[in-house]
């Protein structure tokens, strides 16, 4: 996969009056790339720099000091922010934050309207981004009438309409009940079915297993970077800055811990019933 967002030596700090809490994040001098086509999440405790690090990614905020590329365009030149907007997409925590209109289809065609795309051409877009986030039934609905997951849903499509080449989605499950997060996680899966770059800020380490690539933000810094097994083979680290890890690999570690050979890192139930099976076969006591 080619390289799609670049960031070199970026640090950010908030100044004196947008500090709303003391403890706001800020970012420290981090260095990395996201590929085309990757999953990536981002974990990180409350005040890690998470949620700035998302804002970062597409220029709503710009570094104190270092250089962020979006598709080789610099996030800091203003004559870029509109282009580099139309790639990087972003769905934030609240949907009722971005619906804007009264039914689903028109919140939808909002942003294509708004690039100056042609009708015809909106029509198409607004039809193919409800039917891949499963909306198209409730296309003629106000969004007022839609639980929390399908209204994350109609938010997700009006970024798809826009045809970014990356998603970035900041804590947009963290005010949804189980269904409306399963919902929202499949459309994810769809999207990186189809070839988006998808960048997920979460805090549900479950969310994070599904991904190709896991980044742990702590103090401002980037902790750890790695495929989630390689992250959440280490839990007592990941313990030592105030996470967990998926309920099922945390179960292996205590089973590791009483003395019995499983593997570290098991990230599903399926790997940990098969794990559990070839020490059976061996005669382990279990």
């Avoid at 908030?14 to 981002?42: R, W």
């Avoid at 597409?58 to 979006?70: A, D, E, H, Q, R």
């Avoid at 580099?84 to 009722?96: A, L, S, T």
Wanted: aromatic share 4%; charged share 30%; glycine share 6%.
């Amino acid at each position: 996969m080619s390289e799609f967002i670049r960031i070199e030596n970026v640090s950010f700090d908030y100044s004196p009056e947008e500090i709303e809490d003391p403890h706001d994040d800020v970012i420290k001098n981090i260095s990395l790339t996201i590929e085309k086509g990757s999953f990536v999440t981002v974990i990180g405790h409350n005040g890690s720099g998470k949620s700035t690090f998302a804002k970062l990614l597409n220029g709503i905020l710009v570094p104190t000091s270092g250089k962020i590329f979006v598709d080789g365009m610099d996030t800091s030149d203003e004559n870029l922010i509109f282009d580099i907007r139309r790639r990087v997409g972003m769905v934030f925590q609240n949907p009722d934050n971005q619906i804007v209109a009264t039914t689903v289809e028109e919140d939808v065609a909002f942003a294509p309207e708004n690039l100056g795309v042609e009708p015809s051409e909106i029509r198409k877009r607004v039809d193919e981004a409800l039917e891949s986030v499963n909306m198209t039934e409730y296309k003629e609905h106000s969004p007022s009438q839609l639980s929390g997951g399908q209204k994350q849903r109609v938010a997700i499509a009006g970024i798809i309409a826009m045809q970014p080449e990356c998603i970035i989605f900041d804590e947009s499950t963290a005010m949804l009940d189980p269904k409306g997060r399963r919902e929202v996680l499949d459309a994810i899966d769809r999207l990186k079915e189809n070839g988006m770059t998808v960048v997920l800020i979460t805090h549900y380490m479950n969310e994070a297993a599904n991904a190709d690539r896991v980044i742990v933000m702590n103090d401002g810094k980037i902790e750890m970077d790695g495929t989630p097994r390689e992250v959440f083979s280490n839990v007592e680290k990941l313990r030592s800055i105030e996470l967990d890890v998926p309920q099922i690999t945390d179960l292996c570690h205590r089973l590791k811990k009483a003395g019995i050979n499983i593997p570290e890192g098991i990230l599903t139930e399926d790997e940990a019933i098969d794990a559990i099976k070839k020490l059976a076969r061996r005669g382990k006591s279990i």
